[in-house]
């Protein structure tokens, strides 16, 4: 994967890489979370997992099991942080999370009491770090949702697991909250080689629109995330159905998958099949969680990719489609703000009918959308890939051995 | 060594991480009331952190602070007065801080309607965390140079021409202070101290500072 990333990102990129790594020899890296499969940081350990390997790290990935109650109660947690109001998760609800997070301490308490460096992501499993009061590494709580505006009774309960940790990383400056350790900044970021964003044959690329009966010869609009409330796929539905008044050829994909970790989605999938009504032209799909060349591709033949996000913490499937030299209408929200510039490699939008007339304007203007296609690929290239998110992991590493000192010098 | 006795330049290169403070200001006030205590580190990182964090395009202002009264208090004459400040002018961080307080002040009391003008996203304070490490790069003679610059990462140009400003005691980069050891290459350090890296994203100082070796050693 190296000689291939060097390609793309040049010699020195990976030079730097490998020294970071020489510095943490021999340390063993854990990194845990709830699934292998599904959403976005499922997504992102496959990538960066082989890719420490590459580097010569010991890094590992872990997952925590919890029966169906433990997910309700973490799936409340993603809402309640994200900003969901009038909502209390019963007590009895929370002593499950902790009994499971309890259990999982037990099964994994070698791996995690030995490791130098563990990495829980989100909060699923943040409670882990409770029962390690010996732990012999640092740990690190890597938050990849919104936490700008929690519910406080969310918060408060995680916070006294969270305050443990010896740093914290959140995807987004505006997500930092006030804590007793070290808060790091790090973005995101997409593997240029993965299937999902691999250079495909035009035949995988077309074969989409036999598969899911799509006219090559009228405009597509898409959206690809979970069938999540916040992802809003029915403002995606409203946004379409205006524009479908003045360009009657449109054309909506809605594609998702479902994550282990989220009871909710088939509920949001079936909200979003009732709003569809059995219009032949919007497309919903409920795809398997390894269809990443299918998305790929429709990444690839759709004309404007939408992201209608009313909470998001990063977005990566901007990032993907920026790469794919696409133009994103994004909720303005989260990390869809760091990803997409108005009037630059799309446009970002607060309601349906800012994405309805976002949609038409760049339909009927093709030199703004030409323009608007080409600046994102350059733009991800330089801010988004994963060597520059690996490169921080690494350096945060390295600066966590020493945490009261802003320079290190090797 | 080389012929004359000057130790090799020892070629390094550095990878930054954005930290945050936890400080945060939400109008011109409470910025003007952080100033006075936030760690320099973070002063230091609203001005030239922009080069290596990842960010869009060219921004309009040259510092954060200025970017932040523009785009979030709508106040471009605070902006323009707060983005001419280059750092290199200034001895310290500190007196560059002071500067900054100085100017706040006086635009506070000249209109009013700053001490009420809310911004929709506050000012985040980071700082900086650095870690600096050797390449295998050596350079004997500055002819070496011409071969160097166009394959230097964006991270040892940083440290190097950038960062270097607050390490020396003359406040310069690193090459124009090993050259000027020879003591026979007066115009090509001249040459070099007077490129201002504060307006030039990383890509266009590594191609200046290349046209100017290339150029005197053609």
Request: with cysteine.
């Given at each position: ?405 802003n320079v290190?010098?090797? | ?15 930054i991480?954005?930290i945050?403070t936890?400080r945060?200001a939400?109008?011109v006030k409470e910025l003007l009331t952080q100033l006075l205590s936030v760690d320099p580190d973070s002063i230091y990182y609203h001005f030239w952190g922009k080069l290596l ?8 202002f040259n510092n954060d602070f200025a970017q932040w009264v ?7 004459s605070l902006a323009e007065k707060l983005s001419v400040l280059e750092p290199q002018d200034y001895q310290s961080v500190d007196e560059l801080r002071q500067e900054m307080i100085d100017i706040i002040q006086i635009s506070l009391e000249q209109?009013?309607?700053l ?8 000012f985040h304070f980071l700082k900086l965390g650095m ?27 940083y440290f190097h021409f950038i960062d270097a400003r607050r390490r020396t005691q003359n406040h310069r980069d690193d090459?124009s202070n ?15 101290i007077n490129i201002d890296p504060f307006f030039l ?18």
């Open positions: 994967m190296l000689t291939e990333l060097e390609s793309i990102v040049g010699a020195s990129e990976i030079d730097h890489l490998i020294k970071l790594s020489s510095f943490l020899k021999g340390k063993k890296i854990v990194h845990i979370n709830s699934t292998k499969v599904g959403g976005g940081v499922a997504e992102l350990l496959t990538n960066i997992i082989p890719l420490k390997h590459e580097l010569g790290l010991d890094a590992t990935w872990e997952i925590i099991v919890g029966q169906a109650e433990f997910y309700k109660c973490t799936k409340m947690f993603h809402n309640m942080i994200q900003g969901m109001k009038n909502q209390i998760i019963p007590d009895t609800l929370l002593k499950i999370y902790e009994q499971t997070n309890e259990e999982n301490a037990q099964r994994l308490f070698n791996v995690l009491n030995e490791a130098d460096f563990v990495f829980i992501h989100d909060p699923q499993p943040a409670a882990l770090i409770k029962f390690f009061p010996n732990r012999k590494g640092k740990w690190v709580w890597r938050c990849h949702i919104d936490v700008s505006r929690p519910n406080r009774q969310v918060w408060k309960f995680l916070k006294q697991f969270i305050v443990q940790y010896d740093g914290s990383v959140f995807s987004l400056v505006d997500f930092a909250r006030s804590l007793p350790h070290p808060q790091y900044i790090i973005a995101p970021s997409i593997n240029p080689l993965s299937d999902k964003n691999k250079e495909l044959s035009k035949e995988e690329i077309e074969k989409v629109y036999s598969e899911f009966n799509l006219d090559p010869a009228r405009p597509i609009l898409l959206q690809v995330s979970r069938f999540d409330r916040f992802k809003d796929p029915i403002g995606v539905i409203n946004a379409y159905r205006l524009v479908k008044k003045s360009i009657p050829s449109v054309q909506l994909v809605l594609a998702g998958g479902s994550a282990d970790d989220d009871p909710e989605g088939s509920i949001v999938l079936e909200e979003t099949l009732t709003a569809a009504n059995s219009d032949s032209d919007i497309h919903v799909l409920s795809l398997p969680p390894d269809a990443n060349v299918t998305i790929n591709a429709l990444q690839r033949v759709a004309d404007i990719v939408m992201q209608k996000s009313t909470k998001e913490g990063f977005g990566l499937t901007v990032t993907e489609s920026l790469w794919k030299s696409k133009p994103v209408i994004g909720g303005n929200t989260g990390g869809i703000k760091l990803q997409v510039i108005d009037n630059y490699n799309g446009f970002l939008v607060n309601t349906p009918e800012g994405a309805a007339l976002r949609i038409e304007q760049l339909l009927s203007d093709q030199d703004l959308f030409k323009r608007l296609k080409r600046k994102g690929k350059e733009f991800v290239k330089d801010n988004f890939l994963i060597t520059r998110q690996v490169r921080e992991y690494l350096t945060l590493l390295v600066m966590l051995q020493q945490p009261s000192v290190i010098w090797y | 060594m080389t012929e004359n006795n000057i130790s090799p330049f020892e070629i390094k290169d550095c990878s991480l954005s945050a936890g945060h939400i109008n964090r990842t960010s869009f395009s060219t921004p309009e523009s785009d979030q208090i709508h106040d471009k209109n009013t309607v001490l009420y003008t809310n911004a929709q996203e506050p870690v600096v490490f050797n390449t295998s790069k050596v350079i004997n003679e500055p002819l070496e140079f011409v071969d160097i610059i166009d394959n230097l990462s964006y991270g040892s140009l090459f090993w050259i000027a050891l020879f003591g026979n290459y007066d115009d090509l350090v001249d040459m070099i994203p990383l890509s266009k100082l590594k191609e200046k500072i290349s046209n100017i070796f290339k150029t005197y050693f053609k």
